[in-house]
T-cell receptor
Framework: SQTIHQWPATLVQPVGSPLSLECTVE??????LYWYRQAAGRGLQLLFY??????ISSEVPQNLSASRPQDRQFILSSKKLLLSDSGFYLC???????????FGNGTRLTVT | RKEVEQDPGPFNVPEGATVAFNCTYS??????FFWYRQDCRKEPKLLMS???SGNEDGRFTAQLNRASQYISLLIRDSKLSDSATYLC???????????FGTGTKLQVIP
């Protein structure tokens, strides 16, 4: 069966520090991969999605970036965090065109 | 206009009640639709996909109305454990993008 791993679960970082969140999927090949952010009390904001290695689509221009160095690995990065980057970051994958998203456990990021 | 819109609620209903949520989407080209459940401080979990002909899973029924561009979720015989936020989602942009509504909060009260 397919599983998705996301880490770390929680993170506290100072403003201006770098960020790297990693997500890996097991049990499937060539998944579509997604990064979402959920601010406190808000909905899910699509940040990036990827349909293949090295293919990244950005939904929101900001100081975040994403990379997909391997088929089942998706990384979210920032060179310098802002206070507004605080939130619940969720990685997700889906298979065939009409299949639903499956989420990782999420990373709760607090920028101080 | 937001791509997917939901009434944020909260919906406070007694145990055993039937409750319905609607979700509207703006892109008529959206192809796939889903309902998710999200508990406090947890990741969303798939509740059910929504099929064109409507579908049922136990106490839950999902409907799609393409003409009016909305999907609905009906929960019958509400349980205390149904208390959560319910998110609807739609695919668009060549079915690769998946956009969520802001969620509807349900509180089932004894």
């Amino acid at each position: 069966s397919q599983t998705i791993h996301q880490w770390p679960a929680t993170l506290v970082q100072p403003v201006g520090s770098p960020l790297s969140l990693e997500c890996t999927v097991e049990g499937t090949s060539n998944p579509n991969l997604y990064w979402y952010r959920q601010a406190a009390g808000r909905g899910l904001q699509l940040l990036f999605y990827s349909v293949g290695i090295g293919q990244i689509s950005s939904e929101v221009p900001q100081n975040l970036s994403a990379s997909r160095p391997q088929d089942r690995q998706f990384i979210l990065s920032s060179k310098k965090l802002l206070l507004s980057d605080s939130g619940f970051y969720l990685c997700a994958w889906r298979g065939t065109d009409n299949s639903p998203l499956h989420f990782g456990n999420g990373t709760r990021l607090t920028v101080t | 206009r937001k791509e997917v819109e939901q009434d944020p609620g909260p919906f406070n209903v007694p145990e055993g009640a039937t409750v319905a949520f609607n979700c509207t989407y703006s892109n008529s080209a959206s192809q796939s639709f889903f309902w998710y459940r999200q508990d406090c401080r947890k990741e969303p979990k798939l509740l059910m996909s929504v099929y064109s002909s409507g579908n049922e899973d136990g106490r839950f029924t999902a409907q799609l109305n393409r003409a009016s561009q909305y999907i609905s979720l009906l929960i019958r015989d509400s349980k205390l454990s149904d208390s959560a936020t319910y998110l609807c989602a739609a695919t668009w942009g060549g079915y690769q993008k998946v956009t969520f509504g802001t969620g509807t909060k349900l509180q089932v009260i004894p």
